[in-house]
């Protein structure tokens, strides 16, 4: 089990994150979302050692992991960190990068290793190549297959496919979180992304201005996001006055609803007007103003005319799971 426990912590006298307390179990994967600044990186950084944390501690199992004051490297050997700035060695090839990180009592398994992980990262190709000719996101991969050459207990990713185009982002996600959870790894990712998130982390941990605001599964938390801010980090989503939805509702309220949540209705519901229709590829996310000037975001197969008409309904047991204290509407 991983626990961390955070009471404080600051870079210089301002603080960044502060009461952080969760545990992780051996081979699950936990989540870390939140906008940009919200600790994040700095979260992982304390949990792999990196920074000192006077007011908290990291514990393995029975091991403390003990941060740069005690580590002469820092780093724990049971755990791997992929940094956002990736640390490779420019001056020589794919391979001879993952090498540099395999055991040296191993030798004659080297290359066997190296090949399965360049499989996973698909450079099979490149494995000859200097680290200073590939492209950032090849770059990226790299360094992927480096903090995994050794096969950690614990692994935490900061922003993994942050330099991936979205074509290799695809398959590679798909690939490397099975791969992870095969290997009984315990991850814990950093990202922004919902598709990084949403069909492979068990659960999720919200921070939001250094504060965990949230923890639960993925899906719990998709499904009941506790506030606006929790939802709109899964995606669009709309905090709808609750006057408009009903209009004899006397609680002063607002429903979060995800743009794909509307049905709907000829004559009848929260009557709004289009304003943009954009193409989406499979769907149209769909701009629209009700009556009193809120903004509504809604999905739908087609094109929808500027200026058309178009009556949304949400359904009760949406109305009941996402009622909302205020009536701030926004989207
Ligand atoms: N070395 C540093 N010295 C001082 N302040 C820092 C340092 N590193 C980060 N910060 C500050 O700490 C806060 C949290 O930063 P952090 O990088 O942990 O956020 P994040 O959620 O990972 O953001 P992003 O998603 O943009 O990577 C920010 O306000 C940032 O400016």
Do not use: C
């Amino acid at each position: 089990m991983l626990k961390v426990q955070i009471d404080s912590f600051g870079y210089q006298e301002k603080p960044i994150l502060k009461d952080i307390l969760f545990e992780v179990v051996p081979g699950e994967h936990l989540a870390l979302m939140g906008e940009s600044g919200s600790g994040k990186s700095t979260l992982l950084k304390i949990i792999y050692g990196l920074l000192h944390v006077e007011d908290g501690s990291i514990f393995w199992g029975e091991q403390e992991a003990l941060g740069p004051n005690f580590n002469l490297v820092p780093g724990e050997p049971y755990m791997k960190y992929l940094a956002q700035d990736f640390d490779l060695m420019p001056f020589i090839t794919v391979e001879e990068n993952i090498g540099q990180f395999l055991s040296v009592f191993e030798r004659e398994t080297h290359q066997e290793r190296i090949q399965e992980l360049l499989e996973l990262i698909e450079l099979e190709d490149f494995a000859k190549t200097k680290v200073k000719n590939l492209s950032g996101g090849q770059q990226q991969r790299v360094a992927l297959a480096r903090v995994l050459a050794q096969e950690p207990e614990i692994l935490l990713l900061d922003e993994p496919f942050g330099h991936i185009d979205n074509f290799k982002r695809n398959t590679l996600r798909r690939k490397l979180f099975p791969y992870l959870k095969k290997k009984g790894i315990t991850v814990l990712t950093a990202s922004h992304d919902p598709s990084d998130v949403l069909p492979f982390a068990e659960r999720t941990l919200i921070l939001d201005k250094g504060e965990l605001v949230a923890l639960n599964t993925t899906r719990y938390l998709y499904k009941n996001p506790p506030n606006h801010y929790t939802a709109s980090l899964f995606g669009h989503v709309n905090q709808v006055p609750m006057k408009l939805l009903k209009s004899y509702s006397e609680i002063d309220r607002s429903v979060l609803v995800y743009p794909h949540e509307f049905k709907f209705s000829d004559a009848s519901g929260l009557r709004v007007e289009v304003t943009n229709s954009l193409f989406m590829g499979s769907f149209y996310l769909n701009e629209s103003e009700a009556e009193d000037g809120t903004k509504i975001l809604f999905k739908t197969d087609t094109e929808q005319e500027r200026g058309d008409t178009i009556f949304l309904n949400v359904s009760l047991k949406t109305i009941n799971k996402r009622l909302q204290v205020g009536q701030k509407a926004n989207t």
